[in-house]
């Protein structure tokens, strides 16, 4: 099994990048599932916002480094 979780950087609302970042999380599962045929019982998505960011969020090449994926194993 596999957590799918999707980040965002700081810009906007704190809601809105968490609303961003569950959506992007599902979008990466929905991917896995039609054009990979994992088995969606195996996967999970969800989002961070910003809350995680691996980078400051003080230049664009930081910034873009927080718009992120990541996949945990269960």
Known sequence: KVKILGHT???GAD???LD??????ASVKDVLV??????ASR?????????????PN????N???NRR??????
């Open 20 to 25: 961003l970042s569950k959506r992007r999380g």
């Open 34 to 39: 039609k054009d990979f045929s994992i088995d």
């Open 63 to 65: 910034k873009a480094l």
């Open 69 to 74: 994926v990541e996949f945990l194993k269960l």
């Open 43 to 55: 996967l999970e998505a969800d989002g961070m916002g910003e809350t995680q960011p691996v980078a």
């Open 58 to 61: 003080d230049t664009p090449v």
């Open 9 to 11: 950087d700081s810009d």
């Open 15 to 17: 809601a809105a990048n």
